[in-house]
């Protein structure tokens, strides 16, 4: 590890100074979060087809509706609001949140809200903007930043702009989509769906509404209070069109965030916008943890997509495990310790983590729409081990700076994964050793880290469980399918008990 300087100092301090990087986010698909302060007055919101449901249903596949293009399970709805929500942003900031996350919230037919029938309203079901001031409001008081989930790609069937040009060929949003008569629906939509027309990024006006006007789409939900977009399949837009969200977004908010859902390599993907979600990391990790990956080659990999990607963006990007598209982390890895291996990779690993909501509360669910189930508030108690675990490992990060804003540096280990994750002050290192295997591991590493001093004492955050290190290397022993959270301990000892720290002219 290369001496350090003025200039490494400051890049630490810019980086602890931007809310982005490192930052906990909180996922919600707003339909399913809370319950409505006064249902009753909502009911008209849900005319037929749509269906209200009982909170204490949980969703399941069902079939294509009688009187839509649409499932009759994405037209089932529980709900939730942004008013509701609001309420519960006490209980989002006790589990240590900086960011809250929205799946669409803009007028649409469906519960999942990815076919926006018009981006520049609020979903009628989830509120106004009225209701979404009170919402960005609320979380600045408590210094916490609201993303919103931006479907920029592709509209939905019942769209204002679809609807005119389905309907008359010299719309002047003809052009704003594809149409062919050999095409299945006869236009392209994405993926093939119907219910999903695809917008046409070729067309100037197009653009201009969603990005480059004054008044556009990207620029207008700034007006009211948001911190950034993710954007949903990024990747179908491109670099360019990324890129050019990526300026407006910016020129509203200069350190706003935009973040992409990127299922590839992120190392072209963050040069059109702030961050990614780490989907190639989230791969990694589940292998890791089945054993169909060794520890020493997850960490390979993970330092070439830093030096690919660049830690800044890396440091921003998402570090998902499972969210509205996927399995739920308790159905995924039904095994206690595998979901806790996974938490901790989660925690430590560069990036910002994303907690998918009830996932601190043991929810269970299958891919969509079992993972979409309405929250388990019932499971909100003092009792609940899987909240009081995952609060707790939280606050070791909350409260470990290089774990939020750190470099990363692979220790050399062969049957583990061992990495530290350092700032200009030793006294932040972290040592993070992970035994995914099931039998106890040995390893003698090299801590690559010249400031850290001989004799150093390394305590777990997690079990109290100590180990003292030998001129730099430090022999240990782990647990089958355990981690350690490793802190140095000696230079606060020192000051403590005599005065004397061997760190005096170092950290």
């Known amino acids: 590890m290369a001496q ?294 997850l960490g390979r990999q993970l330092e070439s997509m830093i030096n690919d990607a660049g830690i800044e963006a890396l440091l921003r990007s998402w570090l998902i495990i499972d969210n509205h598209d996927t399995a739920r982390l308790k159905t995924l890895y039904p095994d206690e310790k595998q979901q806790r291996l996974l938490q901790i990779l989660q925690m430590t690993l560069p990036g910002a983590p994303l907690i998918y909501y009830g996932v601190e509360l043991g929810m269970t669910g299958g891919e969509d729409p079992g993972s979409r189930g309405p929250m388990r508030w019932d499971l909100n108690t003092k009792a609940n081990q899987q909240l009081s675990w995952l609060k707790n490992l939280i606050a070791i990060r909350q409260e470990n700076v290089a774990l939020k804003i750190g470099d990363f540096t692979r220790l050399n280990s062969s049957k583990t994964l061992a990495f530290m994750r350092t700032t200009h002050k030793v006294s932040d290192t972290v040592m993070v050793i992970v035994n995914s295997d099931d039998k106890p591991q040995s390893e003698y590493l090299m801590i690559r880290d010249s400031r850290i001093m001989a004799g150093e004492i390394f305590k777990d955050a997690l079990s109290g469980a100590e180990f003292k290190s030998h001129a730099g290397v430090l022999q240990i022993t782990i647990p089958a399918q355990t981690a350690f959270i490793l802190r140095p301990k000696m230079w606060r000892q020192y000051r403590n008990e005599s005065g004397y720290s061997p760190y005096k002219n170092i950290d």
């Open 4 to 297: 350090l300087t003025a200039a490494d100092e400051s890049t630490f301090e810019n980086r602890k100074n931007d809310w982005r990087i490192g930052a906990m986010t909180y996922q919600i698909f707003v339909d399913r979060f809370a319950p409505s302060k006064d249902l009753s007055a909502k009911k008209h919101l849900y005319p037929d087809p749509k269906t209200l449901r009982d909170w204490s249903e949980s969703p399941k596949q069902e079939q294509p509706s009688d009187s839509s293009i649409l499932w009759t399970h994405e037209l089932a709805f529980w709900g939730g609001d942004l008013n509701s929500l609001t309420h519960k942003l006490d209980y989002i900031e006790s589990l240590g949140m900086d960011v809250v996350y929205l799946n669409p919230i803009v007028h649409a037919q469906s519960n999942h809200k990815y076919d926006a029938i018009d981006y520049f309203k609020i979903a009628p079901e989830y509120g106004d903007f009225d209701d979404l001031n009170q919402l960005t409001t609320e979380l600045k008081k408590r210094d916490m930043h609201l993303i919103l989930d931006g479907v920029f790609n592709h509209v939905g069937y019942q769209s204002d702009w679809f609807q005119s040009a389905l309907k008359d060929e010299n719309s002047p949003f003809r052009g704003w989509f594809t149409f062919a008569e050999k095409l299945p629906n006869g236009f392209v939509g994405w993926w093939g769906v119907k219910n999903l027309p695809e917008l046409n990024w070729d067309n100037p006006e197009v653009k201009n509404t969603i990005v480059t006007d004054e008044n556009s789409v990207v620029r207008h939900y700034f007006k009211h209070g948001i911190s950034g977009w993710r954007l949903d399949v990024a990747s179908d837009l491109g670099f360019e069109h990324l890129a050019a969200i990526t300026a407006a977004s910016h020129e509203e908010m200069a350190d706003s965030l935009v973040i992409g859902e990127v299922w590839a390599y992120p190392e072209k993907w963050t040069q059109s916008m702030d961050a990614v979600m780490n989907y190639p990391l989230r791969e990694l990790t589940f292998l890791m943890v089945e054993n169909k990956l060794s520890g020493e080659q």
